[in-house]
């Protein structure tokens, strides 16, 4: 290798390197809205150390990168320490895509890593999007080797870092099926983050049902056995919201034999019980809404002289039929206080 040369790839790396470290302002901002096609350049982008280095880069992939792979968003080389993506206009069973619409998905993906980077979340890659001299869009990332062996723990760790980007800051949404790599240094991110989406607002755990089977899709291909991809594909938080008022109702009851005494112990109560037990004996972390009202629900039926029945599941059928006789109730209540009124 020429001294040259070596001084040249040298600064590449550190180039990339400053862009996980800066609080950069002259960065890519992804796309507000739904098109992926409104993502911007902050002003001197261009002229940046380490987008200068990410052109001579891709120019070096372009010559002698080895090709990986194809996506809707590009063509994907790794050359050295890198990974190159640079367009792809036509994708089998797709609309063919214009130079501008090309553009502007590589933009917005390389817009969400820069932001999310900035804001602290490194379970995103380190991206910079370069223009060629001959007008080509390409992104230029961080190298991982894609991660076939995820433990439990480590499942946990992505879950949790997924879960900070969308319930966090600005709020994200997290979309497509996550490809996990892992660093050299042993750290795990996701490398495609073209189709996440900016919110605007933090999600809670109600809204985030893609995640979870985002998750649960991970821990399947990673041969996981059913017990933990069905985990990874509750969302005890989002469960909650929706018990709240039989909970209130559980607290207020006297007769123990009452229906809502049986659908708490065997129904409600089970279907949080069981996967906090669950994720307590994987060591992982439980939804502080969730573990809240799995305490009320156990001293309301205790008063009682009832308890949750842990690995308790009823059959579908008579979980139905209690729930249509709790909604009958319900609305003969409604009708005696509409009379009353």
């Given at each position: 290798m020429s001294a040259r040369y070596a001084l040249g790839f040298a600064g590449a790396l550190a180039g990339l390197a400053a862009l996980g470290s800066r609080q950069g302002s002259r960065t890519a901002r992804a796309s507000r809205g739904q098109r992926y096609?409104?993502?911007?350049?902050t002003p001197g982008h261009t002229s940046e150390p380490e987008v200068v280095q990410a052109v001579r880069i891709a120019q070096r992939a372009q010559r002698e990168g080895k090709h990986l792979g194809d996506g809707f968003f590009g063509s994907v080389y790794r050359v050295g320490d890198h990974i190159v993506k640079f367009p792809r206009y036509k994708v089998p069973h797709r609309k063919d895509k214009t130079p501008a619409e090309a553009r502007g998905y590589l933009l917005h993906e390389a817009g969400v890593a820069n932001e999310l980077r900035e804001a602290g979340h490194t379970i995103v890659p380190h991206i910079?999007?370069?223009d060629l001299p001959d007008g080509t869009p390409v992104l230029v990332r961080e190298y991982g080797k894609e991660a076939k062996d995820l433990s439990v723990a480590d499942l946990g760790q992505i879950e949790a870092a997924l879960r900070a980007v969308e319930t966090t800051g600005a709020g994200w949404d997290v979309a497509d099926e996550l490809l996990v790599l892992r660093r050299a240094d042993g750290s795990l991110f996701v490398g495609?983050?073209?189709?996440?989406?900016?919110r605007g607002k933090p999600r809670s755990w109600m809204d985030d049902q893609e995640l979870g089977t985002l998750m649960s899709n991970l821990a399947r291909a990673q041969g996981?056995?059913?017990?933990?991809?069905w985990l990874f594909g509750t969302n005890l938080d989002g469960y909650v919201p929706t018990i709240l008022d039989f909970i209130d109702?559980?607290?207020?009851?006297?007769?123990?034999?009452?229906?809502?005494?049986?659908?708490?112990?065997?129904d409600y109560g089970p279907d949080l019980a069981n996967p906090i037990a669950e994720r307590e004996e994987f060591g992982l972390p439980v939804p502080p809404s969730a573990r809240e009202a799995l305490s009320r629900i156990e001293a309301a039926l205790a008063r009682l002289g009832k308890q949750v029945e842990l690995g308790f599941k009823p059959s579908?059928?008579?979980k139905l039929k209690r729930k249509a006789a709790l909604r009958r109730r319900q609305r003969q209540s409604a009708g005696r206080d509409t009379v009353r009124a």
């Open positions: 096609q409104s993502a911007t350049l910079v999007f370069v495609d983050v073209g189709w996440w989406r900016y996981h056995p059913d017990r933990v991809v109702e559980l607290e207020q009851i006297q007769d123990p034999e009452d229906l809502i005494v049986a659908l708490m112990a065997e579908p059928v008579r």
